[in-house]
């Protein structure tokens, strides 16, 4: 701990040597060095430990572990397997994503209660990591350098697809914000934070997949795609997106299937 | 849209009813997922509802003050479920324009800003314009990505005044 903690402030005192008063370009310069310079230490490590744990340990009203949850490629497989969701499940007759799935496999093998387990899926501003965004970093990590490959085999999985682009050019709300008014035309930037193409630009999707679930520096917590979602939505003044609802899971099918192809990269950190 | 509605829950100030969407929202929206551009005519039907729904100034005037524009366009809260009914709304326009001269920290989403009061004059079409872009973007581009800063009661008649300083009055540091 004492170890990354010194890297982080020594990260923080070059950026702060770094910040020009010049022109724009070498603002967003500076800030790219900033990201990479986070990229030397990155805290999610130890969440990925803690999640490792939540994944072994005996817990819920059956006592059992994790260990034999199926997250696509058979019970217990966890190597590689956040790369391929999220995908078709008989056992539920439909698509989940990684998150959801877990939950699942929370419910029925260990006996943990959904409501409990899903009522605060996000660590409040100074709290530790909830489980899900534990066992969220754990999963992901056993992806890391895996190529992107979510199946559109399965009808149900083509058609969450086509749910999640439609629902990602739906304009609503107040300020009428659709995902794509953001995220669907190359090389926009709000302030200085670029915004990938995740609907048109195959990079931008995949550089937009594999690095979540990340350490958001800003947050000071570990974050998942079902955050990612519901933050934006948060942004767009639109209501609470669900966690794992049919809504969130046709978008990330959106998203991951653009990405196919590429390697997962994550946790990484970001801003 | 039920699918959708069920996957959402309403959260503080952030209602079920706004995913209720407006026939100019399911237009632009269908545009926009399949590429292909509104209908010439329904183009200018919408445009022409989004006009008149333009509420001018009742006592004529159009400028408030600058200085109180700058902070409103640097601010960004305003109706998520994070807020609530006390919360001032910001305009965030810097998000997607560059405006003043001294933030360098601006979006490239909507057209620069800057001197535009210098490049356009003080002449009563500019004001009315100006005030309509504000108000209702969408009486101009019907798919306007711009929120509707006016029509949808984000920010106040007293707040866009200070914004049209900002960016018309001849002493805004936009237009030095």
């Given at each position: 701990m004492q170890v990354i903690k010194a890297n982080m402030l020594a990260a923080g005192a070059l950026v702060l040597s770094f910040?020009?008063?010049?022109a724009q370009n070498s603002t967003t310069d500076a800030i790219a060095r900033y990201r990479e310079l986070l990229q030397d230490a990155n805290p999610a490590e130890l969440v990925v430990a803690r999640g490792e744990a939540l994944w072994k340990e005996k817990r819920g009203a059956k006592k059992v572990s994790l260990e034999q949850c199926d997250l696509g490629l058979g019970p217990g497989v966890v190597k590689g397997a956040y790369a391929q969701l999220p995908r078709y499940f008989a056992d539920v007759d439909k698509v989940m994503d990684y998150e959801s799935r877990v939950v699942h496999c929370m419910v029925?093998?260990?006996?943990?209660d959904y409501a409990t387990v899903t009522k605060t899926p996000y660590s409040g501003t100074g709290q530790r990591q909830t489980d899900i965004e534990a066992l969220a970093a754990y999963g992901v990590e056993q992806s890391r350098g895996v190529p992107v490959k979510i199946p559109q085999a399965h009808p149900q999985e083509k058609a969450a697809y086509d749910r999640g682009k439609q629902l990602f050019y739906m304009r609503a709300g107040p300020y009428d914000f659709s995902c794509a008014s953001c995220h669907g035309i190359t090389g926009q930037r709000i302030r200085l934070q670029d915004l990938p193409n995740i609907a048109n630009v195959k990079e931008d999707a995949q550089r937009a997949f594999t690095t979540w679930p990340a350490y958001r520096v800003s947050q000071g917590t570990l974050r998942s795609m079902q955050w990612r979602l519901n933050d934006c939505f948060r942004q767009q003044r639109w209501p609470d997106l669900v966690f794992g609802s049919p809504a969130s899971v046709d978008l990330i099918t959106f998203l991951g299937v653009n990405a196919n192809g590429a390697k997962m990269d994550s946790p990484s950190i970001k801003r | 849209m039920q699918v959708v509605k069920s996957s959402f829950r309403e959260r503080g100030i952030a209602k079920?009813?706004?995913?209720?969407?407006?026939e100019i929202q399911t237009a632009c929206s269908e545009a926009s997922l399949t590429g292909k551009d509104l209908p010439k005519d329904v183009r200018a039907r919408l445009e022409k509802a989004a006009l008149a729904t333009i509420k001018l100034p009742a006592d004529g005037v159009y400028l408030g003050d600058f200085k109180q524009g700058e902070r409103i366009a640097q601010t960004g809260v305003g109706?998520?479920?994070?807020?609530?009914?006390k919360t001032v709304a910001g305009g965030n326009c810097y998000a997607c324009h560059q405006i003043g001269p001294q933030e360098i920290a601006f979006g490239n989403i909507g057209p620069s800003l800057r001197n535009y009061g210098k490049q356009r004059g003080n002449s009563k079409e500019v004001m009315t314009y100006t005030w309509g872009k504000l108000w209702n973007s969408h009486a101009y581009n019907a798919c306007s990505q711009m929120p509707r800063y006016g029509d949808a009661n984000i920010l106040t008649t007293a707040q866009l005044k200070d914004l049209m300083a900002l960016l018309l009055d001849p002493n805004s540091p936009v237009n030095k």
């Open positions: 910040v020009p008063v010049q029925t093998l260990q006996g943990l | 079920l009813d706004r995913l209720d969407q407006s109706l998520q479920w994070s807020d609530t009914e």
